[in-house]
């Protein structure tokens, strides 16, 4: 009997056995933490190029005639901006206003949307999905997360390679998605597709490709030189531009407006309608923030800040942090913690507890490291 | 996998040498690959009373904070300065410029207990 609780196994596995990467369980999948090293992978994505293997992460697509009307009910980003061939980072929210998962969905044709959401909650976010499907059929959704495996190549260098892998094919601008040349969709029918987007900060794409092209296309970037990079360095590059992750900086108890997410919620668009978590996300707005998610960084050289460390403002503590890490482009701590308003303003000292002991810090804004 | 044969051992990864009436105390080869980039260390205090089996010290390497337990009791006479600076000395030289602290022991018979360089590597070649 298949035992539910084994972690799933990324298409491209295999690959990372054989360059000997340090495996975790991650989301349910069993997925390379590093290779070389987290400083070391981070270090090419920040100067040259490094590949990520993302096929954890879920694929739905989204059809049929009332597609757009349902997706923007669903969704806190206005859904109706996007041109065919264009994505928009977005996020779904329970009643209460709280973060089920962040992703990006993109319009991929006139009445088809592909969204790519986090893989620690697949099953939550179909099963949401599912129960607000309207009965009429007219909303067509259909559940890709194991027809695809995933690449995400960041970095400076990144559109040059793309163009040696696909020579002659117009790469799409930035949020941008278009179907993959030269890829048979064999097996499955599946488009492949690759998007310029990330979550690192540098310019990147994320492909998208039926599972069994997956493992070719990753050994074809390794013969190019890219650096296969892990979890480990995914964490730093995003943390230090300030990105959230759902499961620690975004979760259930928190709206995307303590998040600061603001920009992503469509409140004053008024082509935008009701949406899941409109009307607490309103009254919230009105009674004034509880929190907001706050940059932090240590004022004196200490050691690497992580979650669940005490904030201490004016000798009590006020929060903890939801991420921290050492950045290895900084050579300084930082960290996120949701905070009262009041001190969240970059300059405010506070203290974090790191193993009973306590570190001066400042409240900083993003993102942390800044392109040279 | 480097176990030099002039130290003793402890089954947590730690190693100590005698220099005279003082002993010197750091990581093994196996601990820094076990918990590869290092970034921070934390030694011990000078005076600190540190005892056999209990954390000593704290090493950080990007994923994870590690306690280096103290493989005998003693008071801590010196800690390395350098590693403030270069935590990856521990990476890359754990035996030599990796030290992490000397101490006086107070029981020079806790030594026994510790592993020899064969029983050490018998322990991680597992």
Redesign the interface.
């Known amino acids: 009997m298949k035992d539910s609780n084994s972690p799933k196994h990324s298409p491209l596995e295999a690959a990372h056995i054989a360059s000997g990467a340090r495996m975790i369980e991650f989301g349910g999948w069993l997925m390379p933490l590093q290779y070389k090293g987290i400083i070391e992978e981070h270090s090419a994505v920040r100067s040259s190029s490094g590949m990520f293997d993302i096929s954890h992460m879920g694929e739905v697509t989204v059809g049929g005639p009332g597609a757009l009307e349902w997706l923007e009910t669903l969704l806190t980003n206005r859904v109706g901006k996007l041109p065919v061939g264009r994505g928009q980072y977005t996020l779904m929210l329970d009643q209460l206003g709280g973060v089920i998962d962040d992703l990006i969905i993109y319009r991929t044709d006139e009445s088809v949307y592909f969204l790519v959401i986090n893989a620690a909650c697949r099953e939550v976010d179909l099963n949401w999905m599912r129960s607000l499907l309207p009965d009429d059929g007219s909303v067509v959704l259909t559940d890709e997360g194991d027809a695809y495996a995933a690449i995400s190549i960041q970095g400076p260098h990144s559109a040059e390679l793309l163009q040696l892998l696909f020579p002659g094919f117009v790469l799409p601008g930035r949020n941008g998605i278009a179907p993959i040349p030269n890829i048979s969709s064999r097996g499955k029918d599946v488009t492949p597709f690759l998007a310029r987007t990330g979550y690192t900060g540098e310019d990147g794409f994320e492909l998208f490709i039926p599972a069994l092209e997956g493992l070719p296309l990753w050994e074809r970037l390794v013969q190019l030189g890219v650096k296969p990079c892990g979890l480990g360095a995914r964490d730093t590059l995003r943390l230090e531009m300030g990105y959230p992750l759902n499961g620690s900086d975004l979760s259930r108890s928190r709206s995307p407006l303590e998040a600061g997410l603001g920009r992503f919620v469509a409140l004053d668009d008024n082509q935008k309608g009701n949406f899941s978590g409109r009307k607490f996300l309103e009254s919230q707005r009105s009674a004034g923030l509880p929190s907001l998610l706050t940059p932090l960084r240590l004022s004196i050289p200490g050691p690497p800040l992580r979650p669940h460390y005490p904030v201490i403002f004016d000798h009590s503590v006020v929060g903890e942090t939801s991420s921290g890490a050492l950045s290895p482009s900084l050579g300084e701590s930082i960290a996120m913690a949701y905070l009262p308003p009041a001190i969240s303003n970059p300059g405010t000292t506070v203290e974090i507890e790191v193993r009973g002991k306590r570190y001066p810090a400042t409240v900083c804004s993003l993102p942390f490291y800044k392109k040279p | 996998m480097n176990v030099p044969s002039e130290l003793r051992y402890a089954k947590t990864h730690e190693w100590i040498r005698v220099d005279g009436d003082l002993v010197t105390v750091g990581i093994t080869d196996h601990a820094q690959e076990e918990l ?2 290092i ?2 260390a ?1 030694p011990p205090k000078v005076g600190a009373e540190v005892k056999a089996g209990i954390t000593a010290a ?1 090493v ?1 390497s ?2 994870a ?1 590690s306690d280096i337990y103290s493989p005998i009791s003693g008071i801590v006479t010196d800690v390395n300065e350098k590693l ?1 600076l270069e935590p990856g000395l521990l990476n890359t030289d754990p035996f030599g410029q990796g030290w992490i602290y000397r101490m006086k022991p107070s029981n020079a018979a806790e030594l026994e207990a510790l592993l020899s360089p064969d029983a050490y590597s018998a322990l991680i070649a597992r």
């Open positions: 590869t980039d970034v921070y934390e704290v950080e990007v994923k904070a403030s």
